[in-house]
């Protein structure tokens, strides 16, 4: 199983950036993703996950800022991040749990100045 993210940057604070999260190896369309964030000397927290049907669950701080959404046929997944402020610095991974393991993406940095 491999998990190719990419679409990370810096912004500043307002902006918006686009994740994207491309899975092999996985009958992606049964399977929820999930993003998790981790910040400089916090734990890893999760974002947003997204089940195979499409609908969606966020964590309390994203307050209808970022959506995630995926694509089936492309095997890929996205995570669109709004309103940025500061607090959202952090490395953004993707995320599945498939034969009774996680499997991580490499993770792709966020960085939103003031």
């Known amino acids: 199983v491999q998990l190719q993210a990419s679409g990370g940057g810096a912004v500043q604070a307002g902006g918006s950036l686009r994740l994207s999260c491309k899975a092999s190896g996985i009958n992606f369309s049964i399977y929820s993703m999930a993003w998790y964030r981790q910040a400089p000397g916090k734990e890893r927290e999760l974002v947003a996950n997204?089940?195979?049907?499409?609908?969606?669950n966020y964590a309390d701080f994203v307050a209808g800022r970022f959506t995630t959404s995926r694509d089936n046929a492309r095997r890929t997944v996205w995570l669109h991040l709004n309103t940025l402020k500061p607090e959202d610095t952090a490395t953004y991974y993707c995320n599945v749990r498939a034969y009774s393991r996680d499997f991580w993406g490499r993770g792709t940095q966020v960085t939103v100045s003031s």
């Open positions: 997204i089940n195979a049907d499409g609908s969606a």
